[in-house]
């Protein structure tokens, strides 16, 4: 296996909790991942306490989703799932560890700091794979992370948070 990190940082002028609430309820990430096509819960807990309801002073506590991206190449498309564990930690960080086939693994530490007017969003990522597939897969994650942040943005900046 080889390693590879990234790093993004944005501001949004948006309140705190509204980002933090925002980016914490995972069905949310389809509106501005471009690769996520939906998302469905595997946790009975997510069914019956989404973790957007839960308050801010919630002990962290794993919740279990599986995610259905869209990869396309040129005129071809495939949808591939994977499973994603997010662990929110109150007051202002997210983690999310990912894993697929054939042993790619990402691993996210976002924090939803206030700042100013606003909120700042900082995103640690690291990737595993196998050595033949770090290059692509670090492409690939860079390109799409970066929509995401411009996305996440575009949208905190203009809507109300969407809640479950």
């Known amino acids: 296996m080889a390693e590879a990190t990234f790093e993004f940082e944005l501001f949004v002028h948006a309140p705190r909790e509204r980002v933090y609430a925002f980016m ?29 309801s839960l308050s801010a002073d919630a002990p962290p506590r794993p919740r279990r989703f599986r995610v259905f991206d869209r990869l396309a190449v040129g005129p071809w498309s495939w949808v591939f799932p994977y499973d994603v564990e997010l662990v929110v930690c109150p007051p202002d960080e997210l983690r999310f560890a990912a894993s697929r086939f054939p042993g790619v693994r990402l691993h996210n ?39 995401m942040f411009e996305a996440i943005r575009a949208h905190l900046e203009r809507e109300p948070t969407r809640r479950p």
């Open 24 to 52: 914490r309820y995972l069905p949310n990430h389809v509106l501005v991942h471009p690769m996520i096509a939906w998302i469905e819960p595997l946790d009975e807990l997510e069914l019956l306490e989404p973790v957007a």
């Open 109 to 147: 530490v976002m924090r939803c700091l206030e700042d100013g007017d606003g909120t700042r969003i900082r995103e640690r990522s690291r990737i595993e794979a196998p050595r033949v597939l770090l290059g692509y897969v670090r492409r690939v994650a860079l390109a799409a992370h970066t929509t």
